[in-house]
């Protein structure tokens, strides 16, 4: 059949696989037969290509983020950011490729309920399988699972803007995405999760229900940039004290057009992010809950950008006479909107979207001004955008999951969100069990992690650095704009810039200096060898003469 025409249809092809030696109904049977592996065929290729269409537009999410980092960070760092989101998205290729996807699906497909066993003692922590992708047939699925993966990543990238190194980057992105998201994975989405809808005997009778991962991606990576931009610190200048007086400093970006238009990609990427967490679109009833999911993706979004740009525009007047109307509150509300519908966008009517979407932009100016209160500093305020909305999301499918969708998803179940059974507080109490767990498992696996990097010194950039910009410091580009002044203090850029190459000058010249140093200590050393070997009698000349070498070495090192 692999060798037959396009042009031919399914019945003149297996017509022509039949044999003439067969009876009627041998012929009968062979022809269903090869009718219903066609299907199946077809099926399956309609399914890896919704997969691989849907990753592509949530991995597209990474150049929205890019651009939202990009233009909520001064000039002088931007290509510092811009590489770092680029790290984001290797390290979690080559950290969920290696153990990742193991530890997160390990011989583990999405099914439907009861596909994880018969009885809680087949629950694992983890998976231990499809190392390297070892066995692995389904790639497409990988793709899908390692563009989440980098989401979550990505997510704390902008909390750190501006002020850390670039091995921290690298080496969180890798760590999160090869074991801290994979435990979170496996627990909640996976047959064999302890917290997971789809085994056997679920958390309650029905177990934590986390549709496309406000919980999963956005909780996990919001929880990990609060405790990264925690332990490394604030930006020089943000927050300072003037007569006891507390002052915060704000550093608006350098465009709010890259902001708009990472906010617009963002939000065309989610349709992929939610639809596509069906998985098998070729299913009558998986079809049903992604039409659903897109439409509440888009109404929750529209209704967080307005809530957000109505709340800050009537406190703005409260404080200062006069009502002003916020474009980044508008775009930070709108993602927020976006994050806290995407838990349970496929199970919530689209009245439902519009209230979660509406809450979810306070929320958002709530946590943004609870983070200034802290002395918390976040460059594009990630962690009220996915933490405190995550939050939100995960539990609001305990409050408005609707029954007819919940049996869609998991065929039996009777659950419902609190608002439609009073009386049934399980699948709410199994949210909230289930965010205790994720925020736990992030806070005490990443918090030591950013303490030890902030101990070796590997976390947060020079001071110095981090005035001139790290641009130049790491990169070695000028400043596009001469004019525009991004120093944090009342001195100018260029005597920041001055300092900062006289003191990689004064560096050069001594890592010079050392090197000339080693390199007479090693030619002395193996003079002394020769001597020793051939001249015994100026042992004790060549001695004194590396003792001296040995002494001006202590004093430089």
């Given at each position: 059949?692999?060798?037959?025409?396009?042009?031919?249809?399914?019945?003149?092809?297996?017509?022509?696989?039949?044999s003439?030696?067969?009876?009627?109904?041998?012929?009968?049977?062979?022809?269903l037969?090869?009718?219903s592996?066609?299907?199946?065929?077809?099926r399956?290729?309609?399914?890896?290509?919704?997969?691989?269409?849907?990753?592509?537009?949530?991995?597209?999410?990474?150049?929205?983020?890019?651009?939202?980092?990009?233009?909520?960070?001064?000039?002088?760092?931007?290509?510092?950011?811009?590489?770092?989101?680029?790290?984001?998205?290797?390290?979690?290729?080559?950290?969920?490729y290696?153990?990742?996807?193991?530890?997160?699906?390990?011989?583990?497909?999405?099914?439907v309920?009861?596909?994880?066993?018969?009885?809680?003692?087949?629950?694992?922590?983890?998976?231990?399988?499809?190392?390297?992708?070892?066995?692995?047939?389904?790639?497409?699925?990988?793709?899908?699972?390692?563009?989440?993966?980098?989401?979550?990543?990505?997510?704390?990238?902008?909390?750190?803007?501006?002020?850390?190194?670039?091995?921290?980057?690298?080496l969180?992105?890798?760590l999160?995405?090869?074991?801290?998201?994979?435990?979170v994975?496996?627990?909640?989405w996976?047959?064999?999760?302890?917290?997971?809808?789809?085994?056997?005997?679920?958390?309650?009778?029905?177990?934590?229900?986390?549709?496309?991962?406000?919980?999963?991606?956005?909780?996990?990576?919001?929880?990990?940039?609060?405790?990264?931009?925690?332990?490394?610190?604030?930006?020089?200048?943000?927050?300072?004290?003037?007569?006891?007086?507390?002052?915060?400093?704000?550093?608006?970006?350098?465009?709010?057009?890259?902001?708009?238009?990472?906010?617009?990609?963002?939000?065309?990427?989610?349709?992929?992010?939610n639809?596509?967490?069906?998985?098998?679109?070729?299913?009558?009833?998986?079809?049903?809950?992604?039409?659903?999911?897109?439409?509440?993706?888009?109404?929750?979004?529209?209704?967080?950008?307005?809530?957000?740009?109505?709340?800050?525009?009537?406190?703005?007047?409260?404080?200062?006479?006069?009502?002003?109307?916020?474009?980044?509150?508008?775009?930070?509300?709108?993602?927020?909107?976006?994050?806290?519908?995407?838990?349970?966008?496929?199970?919530?009517?689209?009245?439902?979207?519009?209230v979660?979407?509406f809450?979810?932009?306070?929320?958002?100016?709530?946590?943004?001004?609870?983070?200034?209160?802290?002395?918390?500093?976040?460059?594009?305020?990630?962690?009220?955008?996915?933490?405190?909305?995550?939050?939100?999301?995960?539990?609001?499918?305990?409050?408005?999951?609707?029954?007819?969708?919940?049996?869609?998803?998991?065929p039996?179940?009777?659950?419902?969100?609190?608002?439609?059974?009073i009386?049934?507080?399980?699948?709410?109490?199994c949210?909230?069990?289930?965010?205790?767990?994720?925020?736990?498992?992030?806070?005490?696996?990443?918090?030591?992690?950013?303490?030890?990097?902030?101990?070796?010194?590997?976390?947060?950039?020079?001071?110095?650095?981090?005035?001139?910009?790290?641009?130049?410091?790491?990169?070695?580009?000028?400043?596009?704009?001469?004019?525009?002044?991004?120093?944090?203090?009342?001195?100018?850029?260029?005597?920041?810039?001055?300092?900062?190459?006289?003191?990689?000058?004064?560096?050069?010249?001594?890592?010079?200096?050392?090197?000339?140093?080693?390199?007479?200590?090693?030619?002395?050393?193996?003079?002394?060898?020769?001597?020793?070997?051939?001249?015994?009698?100026?042992?004790?000349?060549?001695?004194?003469?590396?003792?001296?070498?040995?002494?001006?070495?202590?004093?430089?090192?």
């Amino acid at each position: 059949m692999s060798g037959a025409s396009s042009s031919q249809s399914t019945f003149d092809v297996c017509m022509q696989s039949l044999s003439a030696n067969l009876t009627t109904d041998e012929q009968q049977t062979e022809m269903l037969r090869c009718i219903s592996n066609t299907i199946d065929e077809t099926r399956s290729g309609v399914d890896a290509f919704y997969l691989i269409y849907a990753a592509s537009l949530v991995f597209f999410m990474q150049a929205g983020f890019a651009m939202v980092c990009a233009g909520s960070v001064r000039l002088k760092n931007l290509q510092n950011t811009m590489l770092k989101n680029l790290l984001d998205a290797c390290g979690a290729a080559l950290g969920f490729y290696t153990v990742g996807y193991a530890f997160a699906w390990g011989s583990s497909y999405p099914g439907v309920q009861g596909s994880g066993g018969t009885n809680n003692d087949d629950l694992t922590f983890a998976g231990f399988s499809n190392f390297f992708l070892s066995d692995m047939d389904r790639k497409a699925f990988w793709l899908f699972q390692f563009s989440f993966a980098a989401t979550s990543a990505t997510i704390v990238a902008g909390a750190l803007a501006e002020r850390s190194q670039m091995l921290a980057y690298l080496l969180y992105s890798t760590l999160l995405t090869a074991f801290v998201y994979p435990i979170v994975v496996h627990s909640i989405w996976t047959p064999k999760g302890f917290l997971s809808s789809f085994t056997a005997n679920p958390l309650f009778g029905i177990g934590v229900i986390d549709y496309a991962g406000s919980l999963v991606v956005h909780v996990t990576g919001g929880q990990t940039a609060l405790i990264a931009a925690y332990v490394l610190g604030a930006r020089k200048g943000r927050f300072h004290e003037i007569d006891g007086r507390r002052i915060t400093k704000d550093f608006p970006g350098h465009s709010i057009a890259l902001k708009m238009l990472g906010v617009f990609i963002l939000w065309f990427g989610w349709y992929g992010f939610n639809a596509g967490s069906v998985y098998y679109i070729t299913i009558k009833s998986n079809a049903v809950l992604a039409q659903n999911a897109v439409v509440n993706t888009t109404l929750s979004a529209a209704a967080g950008s307005i809530s957000a740009l109505l709340a800050k525009a009537w406190l703005s007047e409260r404080e200062t006479g006069e009502a002003t109307f916020s474009l980044t509150d508008a775009l930070w509300g709108c993602l927020s909107g976006l994050v806290s519908v995407t838990g349970g966008c496929s199970v919530i009517s689209s009245w439902a979207s519009i209230v979660i979407g509406f809450i979810s932009g306070l929320i958002y100016l709530w946590g943004s001004n609870v983070l200034i209160k802290l002395r918390i500093d976040d460059a594009v305020d990630a962690i009220p955008i996915h933490l405190c909305s995550g939050v939100w999301g995960a539990l609001s499918v305990g409050l408005f999951a609707v029954p007819e969708y919940i049996q869609l998803l998991h065929p039996g179940v009777t659950a419902a969100g609190w608002f439609y059974k009073i009386n049934d507080g399980r699948l709410l109490a199994c949210q909230v069990i289930g965010i205790l767990f994720v925020i736990g498992w992030v806070t005490v696996l990443m918090f030591p992690f950013f303490g030890l990097l902030h101990y070796l010194g590997w976390l947060r950039a020079d001071s110095l650095d981090e005035i001139v910009g790290l641009d130049i410091s790491y990169h070695g580009a000028n400043a596009a704009f001469p004019s525009y002044n991004t120093a944090d203090d009342s001195s100018s850029l260029d005597q920041h810039v001055a300092e900062h190459r006289q003191r990689r000058q004064q560096q050069r010249e001594e890592n010079q200096r050392r090197g000339s140093l080693r390199r007479r200590m090693l030619f002395l050393d193996l003079s002394k060898s020769d001597h020793d070997h051939r001249r015994p009698t100026r042992q004790q000349e060549g001695g004194q003469n590396i003792v001296g070498i040995e002494e001006g070495a202590n004093e430089v090192f």
